[in-house]
């Protein structure tokens, strides 16, 4: 049932609502141009594209992205940790779907 809610997470996607799914120890949500992850210094997330993505730059965690294209199932983002108050996620072309962990699991 998991990726069946993702996949209907992504068919279903709206700029216009803040979708997302949350679990026992995370929240999974599409990220389209720009989001910034707040309040979640410490916390571990982790991005996969879909499709192929340009452009991403990751601002605010230990490891960053500058420019970067990623695709599956070559290139993904597994386990970056936020190491600042704030972190921003921003691509240029496509989507990345973004999990975040409760901090306990990080």
């Known amino acids: 049932h998991g990726f069946a809610n993702m996949i209907n997470l992504l068919r279903n996607y709206n700029k216009k609502i803040d979708m997302k799914i949350i679990t026992r120890n995370s929240i999974v949500?599409?990220?389209?141009?720009?989001?910034?992850?707040?309040?979640?210094?410490?916390?571990?997330?982790?991005?996969?594209?879909?499709?192929?993505?340009?452009?991403?730059?990751?601002?605010?965690?230990?490891?960053?992205?500058?420019d970067k294209s990623i695709l599956l199932p070559i290139d993904y983002s597994v386990s970056n940790v936020i190491s600042k108050n704030n972190a921003s996620v921003y691509v240029k072309k496509g989507m990345l779907i973004c999990i975040l962990f409760d901090k306990e699991y990080s």
Request: hydrophobic content about 35%; aromatic content about 14%; some cysteine.
């Open 29 to 66: 949500f599409p990220i389209i141009n720009k989001k910034v992850i707040k309040n979640s210094s410490g916390k571990r997330f982790s991005i996969f594209p879909i499709g192929k993505t340009e452009g991403i730059i990751l601002e605010g965690c230990k490891y960053t992205f500058k």
